[in-house]
């Protein structure tokens, strides 16, 4: 069987709130509702919020690469050349595992200003 318009939803908590994102689009959730954010259908977002806030989050982006959203433009970073399997950011660090199309595994580590 072959599902058609098949949706992924990912969670993510910024600032102590919850977001959901799905179809290239972030919404917060409010008073028991999902109110839309962010529209990244223009860019290549291609998933995942992790970050400080609202207006400053890391992404999977579509190319294999690390994006980042500044609250105005939504960027790659870094060209991961495979899967972003994780990121994690701490007060002033950014942790990302990246696994590569040739089976390799690496982990990013920036500053956060």
Known sequence: M???NKMDYRLG???N?????TNRKIYGYESGTLVEKIDLTSTNYNGGIVGRSIKDFFSANAGWNL???NGSDHINIYPANGSIIKILTLINDVFVICYTLDNQNYIL????K
Request: hydrophobic share 35%; proline share 0%; aromatic share 12%.
């Open 109 to 112: 580590h920036g500053k956060l």
């Open 17 to 21: 709130k919850m977001y959901v994102n």
């Open 13 to 15: 908590i910024l600032d």
């Open 2 to 4: 072959v599902q058609k």
């Open 67 to 69: 994006g980042h959203y």
